[in-house]
Nanobody, 117 residues
Framework: QVQLVESGGGLVQAGGSLRLSCAAS????????MGWYRQAPGKQRELVAR???????IYADSVKGRFTISRDNAKNTVYLQMNSLNAEDTGVYYC???????????WGQGTQVIVSS
């Protein structure tokens, strides 16, 4: 089992920045990929970014050039640096962990991000 705890969400003005953190614990030796998803009000959950153990990153088109995902394997922590935020970035952000690449086995409880315009 893997436990994930997100932090760093909050209210920010458009154009501002936030940094999300996800602290992982448990059987991290089985985890290859860490990711961030988000769910906006009335919309489906969508992938924001993911990073594998080797550091290969994938981003949603809507966040390329603005968001950066990184991970510290020694600390079992993954980060999401979000810059140039806009109202469309509002939602609940979830940290997720995968033993493979695209199917995420473990999820955090989520952290709210609200971008005011």
């Amino acid at each position: 089992q893997v436990q994930l705890v997100e932090s760093g969400g909050g209210l920010v003005q458009a154009g501002g920045s936030l940094r999300l953190s996800c602290a992982a614990s448990g059987s991290m030796g089985s985890v290859n990929t860490m990711g961030w998803y988000r769910q906006a009000p009335g919309k489906q959950r969508e992938l924001v970014a993911r990073i594998n153990r080797s550091g290969h990153r994938i981003y949603a088109d809507s966040v390329k050039g603005r968001f950066t995902i990184s991970r510290d394997n020694a600390k079992n922590t993954v980060y999401l640096q979000m810059n140039s935020l806009n109202a469309e970035d509002t939602g609940v952000y979830y940290c997720a962990a995968s033993r493979g690449t695209t199917f995420f086995d473990y999820w955090g409880q989520g952290t709210q991000v609200i971008v005011s315009s």
